[in-house]
């Protein structure tokens, strides 16, 4: 399981001007880091959805986890946790006579063939029997060598590895709206 904290903290003068601040300014504070937070978490799950291929259900808006800001840690954080996904998650293909399972992560980028660099093992999907009686896991497989047996599930990107990267193209942007926010609240505050 891979996990991943995202936070969106105050530069570390502006804490020590906040120290002398009323009451009124900490809790201006907290309130804004919560609310972007919020936005960030709403945000962060749209674009996961537009930009990447990966089913429904194996990321939810309720995976991405706030711990919200306090008067006393003005700091807001957004967590995701998951572990990675089965190729099977995302869209594939299935493989043909010439062609091994192709894939696409990520919306639009085209359909990646799964094969070793020399293109010799080609993946493919298969049901395997998981040793209870009448039951059968079904997934793109790849084998390791040249013999028959054995053979490795293909696992794409985590939810974890999602969030981080779209977080990273987020950042710069959050960033600068925090800081005009908290100009705003000091303005509101002080005068």
């Given at each position: 399981?891979?996990?991943?904290?995202?936070?969106?903290?105050?530069p570390?003068?502006?804490?020590?001007?906040?120290?002398?601040?009323?009451?009124?300014?900490?809790?201006?504070?907290?309130?804004?880091?919560?609310?972007?937070?919020?936005?960030?978490?709403?945000?962060l799950?749209?674009?996961?959805?537009?930009?990447?291929?990966?089913?429904?259900g194996?990321?939810?808006?309720?995976?991405?986890?706030?711990?919200?800001?306090?008067?006393?840690?003005?700091?807001?954080?957004?967590?995701?946790?998951?572990?990675?996904?089965?190729?099977?998650?995302?869209?594939?293909r299935?493989?043909?006579?010439?062609?091994?399972?192709?894939?696409?992560?990520?919306?639009?980028?085209?359909?990646k063939?799964?094969k070793?660099?020399?293109?010799?093992?080609?993946?493919?999907?298969?049901?395997?029997?998981?040793g209870?009686?009448?039951?059968?896991?079904?997934?793109?497989?790849?084998?390791?060598?040249?013999?028959?047996?054995?053979?490795?599930?293909?696992?794409?990107?985590?939810?974890?590895?999602?969030?981080?990267?779209?977080?990273?193209?987020?950042?710069?942007?959050?960033?600068?709206?925090?800081?005009?926010r908290?100009?705003?609240?000091?303005?509101?505050t002080l005068?």
């Open positions: 399981m891979r996990m991943i904290t995202i936070t969106a903290d105050v570390g003068r502006l804490v020590d001007q906040l120290g002398e601040a009323p009451k009124e300014m900490k809790r201006g504070l907290k309130d804004v880091l919560n609310e972007m937070a919020k936005e960030s978490r709403e945000e799950y749209a674009k996961s959805r537009s930009r990447y291929t990966l089913k429904a194996k990321f939810r808006k309720s995976d991405i986890r706030i711990r919200k800001a306090t008067v006393s840690r003005p700091e807001a954080v957004l967590t995701v946790s998951g572990q990675t996904e089965s190729v099977k998650s995302y869209r594939i299935k493989n043909t006579i010439r062609k091994g399972v192709r894939t696409e992560v990520i919306r639009g980028s085209g359909w063939e799964l070793m660099k020399n293109g010799s093992l080609k993946a493919f999907v298969a049901g395997v029997t998981t209870h009686t009448g039951v059968t896991h079904t997934d793109v497989f790849q084998r390791v060598g040249s013999a028959r047996f054995p053979i490795r599930a293909i696992h794409g990107p985590s939810r974890a590895k999602l969030a981080d990267v779209l977080f990273r193209d987020m950042q710069d942007e959050k960033g600068s709206e925090l800081t005009r908290v100009r705003a609240l000091a303005e509101r005068s």
